[in-house]
């Protein structure tokens, strides 16, 4: 079966950069059609869409971030990375990413179940 | 500016009917992109309610339905139910943005 895992650390201090993993299983990024997306949500508000890997390596990132944003995968190990540059304590969110089989346009129809990522000093 | 507009807030009682807007514009659901919807329980990651404009993944009640018409889309829970209670998220491609937009989501409450 499908699933997604987040992993990454909980806390991080104003001006890191913050890693996340994605580890996956049930499906490969090499297939056709296949994309992972990151997608955000700040505590008590709405989700927020991040940046998109797909099966051909293109990359697409959320335009008010895409200075801070890199997306990239390992097919070999499962695994889909975002950084994200100079972190602020507005970054505070969950962290989840999510699988769409159909492109990017695709729904998302397997979500991980999120990472809390804290900016603070 | 390219966004997805959702009333904050909608409820209605038990069995009643409630419907959830969608509002895009010409770069998004206007040009023809799908939407999709997502329930999001309390504490819970979000899940996969309706995909390509009115589809229901296997496991999801019929109670569920949504529509898209121009440049918005609705979502529709008849007969609601206790457990209905949640957020609801709509989602669609933008061509403007090259990415994903989702709306800024929907709290559902049953009195």
């Known amino acids: 079966q499908v699933t997604l895992r987040e992993s990454g650390p909980a806390l991080v201090k104003p001006t890191q950069t913050l890693t996340l993993t994605c580890t996956f299983s049930?499906?490969?990024?090499?297939?056709?059609?296949?994309?992972v997306t990151w997608i955000r949500q700040p505590p008590g508000k709405a989700l927020e869409w991040l940046a998109l890997?797909?099966?051909?390596?293109?990359?697409y990132y959320r335009t008010s971030l895409k200075t801070r944003l890199t997306i990239s995968k390992d097919t070999s190990k499962n695994q889909v990375v975002l950084t994200m540059t100079n972190m602020d304590p507005v970054d505070t969110a969950t962290y989840y990413c999510?699988?769409?089989?159909?492109?990017?346009?695709?729904?998302?129809?397997?979500w991980g179940q999120g990472t809390l990522v804290t900016v603070s000093s | 500016q390219s966004v997805l507009t959702q009333p904050p807030s909608v409820s209605g009682a038990p069995g009643q009917r409630v419907i959830i807007s969608c509002t895009g514009s010409?770069?998004?659901?206007?040009?023809?992109?799908?939407v999709h919807w997502y329930q999001q329980l309390p504490g819970a990651a979000p899940k996969l309610l309706i995909y390509d404009n009115n589809n229901r993944p296997s496991g999801v009640p019929d109670r569920f339905s949504a529509s898209k018409s121009g440049t918005s889309a609705s979502l529709a829970i008849t007969g609601l139910q206790a457990e209905d209670e949640a957020d609801y998220y709509c989602q669609s491609y933008d061509n403007t943005l090259r990415g994903s937009l989702f709306g800024g989501g929907t709290k559902v409450t049953v009195l």
């Open positions: 999510a699988r769409s089989w159909r492109g990017n346009s695709g729904d998302l129809d397997y």
């Open positions: 010409s770069s998004n659901i206007g040009a023809g992109y799908d």
């Open positions: 890997i797909d099966w051909d390596d293109d990359k």
């Open positions: 049930g499906f490969s990024l090499s297939t056709s059609g296949m994309c």
